[in-house]
Protein backbone atom coordinates (compact mmCIF):
# COMPACT_ATOMS: atom_id res chain seq x y z
CA UNK A 1 0.00 0.00 0.00
CA UNK A 2 1.16 3.25 -0.88
CA UNK A 3 2.83 5.37 2.04
CA UNK A 4 1.66 9.10 2.01
CA UNK A 5 3.95 11.92 4.03
CA UNK A 6 2.03 15.19 4.13
CA UNK A 7 4.65 18.49 6.22
CA UNK A 8 3.50 21.95 6.81
CA UNK A 9 5.93 24.42 7.27
CA UNK A 10 6.25 28.07 8.25
CA UNK A 11 9.04 30.38 7.46
CA UNK A 12 9.27 32.67 10.26
CA UNK A 13 11.38 35.73 8.96
CA UNK A 14 11.37 36.91 5.68
CA UNK A 15 15.24 36.56 5.47
CA UNK A 16 15.01 33.32 5.36
CA UNK A 17 12.45 32.71 2.75
CA UNK A 18 15.11 32.55 -0.39
CA UNK A 19 16.80 30.46 1.01
CA UNK A 20 14.18 28.35 1.74
CA UNK A 21 12.17 28.47 -1.53
CA UNK A 22 15.41 27.41 -2.77
CA UNK A 23 16.08 24.40 -1.01
CA UNK A 24 12.37 23.23 -1.44
CA UNK A 25 12.38 23.23 -5.19
CA UNK A 26 15.34 21.60 -4.99
CA UNK A 27 14.05 18.79 -3.17
CA UNK A 28 10.82 18.76 -4.92
CA UNK A 29 13.01 17.58 -7.96
CA UNK A 30 14.41 15.36 -5.75
CA UNK A 31 11.36 13.64 -4.24
CA UNK A 32 10.18 13.27 -7.50
CA UNK A 33 12.84 11.35 -9.02
CA UNK A 34 13.26 9.36 -5.96
CA UNK A 35 13.30 5.33 -5.95
CA UNK A 36 9.78 4.86 -4.99
CA UNK A 37 8.53 8.20 -5.76
CA UNK A 38 4.53 8.13 -6.66
CA UNK A 39 3.43 11.35 -6.24
CA UNK A 40 4.80 15.32 -5.21
CA UNK A 41 3.15 18.32 -4.46
CA UNK A 42 3.52 21.51 -3.15
CA UNK A 43 1.60 24.38 -1.82
CA UNK A 44 2.03 27.86 -0.39
CA UNK A 45 -0.17 29.63 1.69
CA UNK A 46 -0.39 32.65 3.35
CA UNK A 47 1.70 34.04 6.11
CA UNK A 48 4.67 31.68 4.73
CA UNK A 49 3.20 28.11 5.07
CA UNK A 50 4.37 25.79 2.67
CA UNK A 51 2.46 22.38 2.36
CA UNK A 52 4.27 19.10 0.83
CA UNK A 53 2.31 15.98 0.25
CA UNK A 54 4.02 12.92 -1.52
CA UNK A 55 3.13 9.40 -2.19
CA UNK A 56 5.74 6.54 -2.04
CA UNK A 57 6.11 2.90 -2.62
CA UNK A 58 6.74 2.09 0.87
CA UNK A 59 8.13 3.95 4.11
CA UNK A 60 11.69 2.84 3.80
CA UNK A 61 11.72 4.42 -0.04
CA UNK A 62 10.38 7.81 1.46
CA UNK A 63 13.15 7.46 4.54
CA UNK A 64 15.87 6.31 2.26
CA UNK A 65 14.60 9.88 0.49
CA UNK A 66 14.43 12.21 3.81
CA UNK A 67 17.94 11.29 4.53
CA UNK A 68 19.66 11.71 1.16
CA UNK A 69 20.53 15.23 -0.24
CA UNK A 70 19.24 17.92 -0.60
CA UNK A 71 16.68 16.67 1.92
CA UNK A 72 19.12 15.38 4.57
CA UNK A 73 21.23 18.71 5.04
CA UNK A 74 18.27 21.18 5.03
CA UNK A 75 16.37 19.78 7.14
CA UNK A 76 18.59 20.66 10.20
CA UNK A 77 18.17 23.60 8.92
CA UNK A 78 14.27 24.23 9.76
CA UNK A 79 15.08 24.07 13.08
CA UNK A 80 16.15 27.86 12.73
CA UNK A 81 14.54 28.77 9.17
CA UNK A 82 10.80 27.56 10.91
CA UNK A 83 9.11 28.64 13.64
CA UNK A 84 5.99 25.57 12.66
CA UNK A 85 6.20 22.46 11.32
CA UNK A 86 4.49 19.39 11.83
CA UNK A 87 3.88 16.09 10.00
CA UNK A 88 1.86 13.63 9.75
CA UNK A 89 1.85 9.86 7.59
CA UNK A 90 -0.53 7.17 6.46
CA UNK A 91 -0.99 4.21 3.88
CA UNK A 92 -3.80 3.90 1.59
CA UNK A 93 -4.88 1.72 -1.14
CA UNK A 94 -4.08 3.79 -4.14
CA UNK A 95 -1.13 6.50 -4.75
CA UNK A 96 -3.10 9.63 -5.31
CA UNK A 97 -1.83 12.82 -3.34
CA UNK A 98 -5.07 13.80 -0.64
CA UNK A 99 -6.72 17.53 -1.44
CA UNK A 100 -5.33 19.88 0.87
CA UNK A 101 -8.59 19.69 3.17
CA UNK A 102 -7.64 15.36 3.71
CA UNK A 103 -4.22 16.48 4.48
CA UNK A 104 -5.35 18.96 7.08
CA UNK A 105 -8.10 16.88 8.28
CA UNK A 106 -5.37 14.24 9.13
CA UNK A 107 -2.75 16.57 10.40
CA UNK A 108 -5.22 17.86 12.99
CA UNK A 109 -6.00 14.20 14.18
CA UNK A 110 -3.01 11.87 13.41
CA UNK A 111 0.26 15.16 12.81
CA UNK A 112 2.51 15.27 15.15
CA UNK A 113 4.76 18.86 15.28
CA UNK A 114 8.29 18.61 14.39
CA UNK A 115 11.11 20.39 16.82
CA UNK A 116 12.05 24.04 15.75
CA UNK A 117 14.15 26.49 17.83
CA UNK A 118 11.85 29.47 17.87
CA UNK A 119 8.35 28.29 18.18
CA UNK A 120 4.84 30.63 17.38
CA UNK A 121 2.35 30.22 20.13
CA UNK A 122 0.11 28.24 17.16
CA UNK A 123 3.39 25.74 17.17
CA UNK A 124 3.37 25.48 20.64
CA UNK A 125 -0.53 24.50 21.25
CA UNK A 126 -0.42 22.81 17.74
CA UNK A 127 -2.90 24.81 16.02
CA UNK A 128 -2.85 24.22 12.83
CA UNK A 129 -5.24 26.99 10.77
CA UNK A 130 -7.10 25.05 7.16
CA UNK A 131 -5.00 26.15 4.09
CA UNK A 132 -6.81 28.74 2.04
CA UNK A 133 -7.04 26.75 -1.61
CA UNK A 134 -8.35 30.20 -3.28
CA UNK A 135 -5.18 31.19 -4.33
CA UNK A 136 -4.24 28.65 -6.12
CA UNK A 137 -0.70 28.62 -5.40
CA UNK A 138 0.10 24.57 -6.15
CA UNK A 139 2.48 22.93 -7.72
CA UNK A 140 2.73 19.28 -8.77
CA UNK A 141 5.88 18.11 -9.86
CA UNK A 142 5.73 15.46 -12.26
Not at 8 to 20: C, D, I, K, T
Not at 35 to 54: H, M, P, Q
Not at 90 to 96: D, I, K, R, V
Request: some cysteine.
Amino acid sequence: MPFVSVTRLRVRSWSYLPAFVVATARIAWQARKADGSLAVKIFRERRNAFWTTTSWESEAAMKKFMLAKPHGPAMRKLLNWCDEAAIVHWTQPGAELPSWPEAHRRMQLQGRPSKVNYPSPAQSSFTIVEPDTSAKSELRIK
